[in-house]
């Protein structure tokens, strides 16, 4: 088990020509949020806001406690397994797995496994990380 007190994955989608709807049906699947560049949406202040580009973003439940390759691994099985589908999209947008979380304590680790490797590479997906731990202590 990695020392993630808690993760969320998400994979994100952003291009200026991005149609959500054409995205879904390539991949397969339902966006959690979606939007083509110059509409409107709800920001999360409350306020209404054009979008600057467009984007797809699918999945980023958080889950306590984390075990990255289980999410990685249902969240990439919950869209399609044509790599050619993939390679469309990855190729056209600006394509990543974006990861969250906090560790326990100030510092941890986490493992990925070859096999969850290997399903970011088969799809031509990098993996960002954005991981935050307590203040040290002296």
């Not at 790599?83 to 493992?111: C, I």
């Not at 997906?125 to 991981?131: A, E, H, T, V, W």
Request: glycine letters at 10%.
């Amino acid at each position: 088990m990695d020392s993630l007190q808690r993760a969320t994955v998400a994979l994100l989608i952003v291009g200026d020509d991005l149609i959500p709807a054409e995205v879904s049906a390539m991949l397969g699947g339902s966006p959690q949020f979606a939007v083509a560049k110059g509409e409107q949406f709800l920001a999360k202040h409350g306020k209404k806001v054009e979008a600057k580009t467009g984007n797809w973003q699918f999945g980023g439940g958080w889950e306590s406690p984390s075990y990255l390759d289980r999410q990685i691994n249902e969240l990439l099985s919950a869209l399609t397994n044509d790599m050619s589908r993939w390679r469309e999209v990855t190729n056209r947008y600006h394509s990543y797995l974006s990861v969250g979380g906090y560790f326990n304590d100030w510092t941890g680790g986490m493992t990925l496994s070859p096999d969850t490797l290997r399903l970011l590479a088969d799809r031509n997906l990098p993996i960002d990380f954005d991981l935050y731990a307590p203040a040290a202590s002296n």
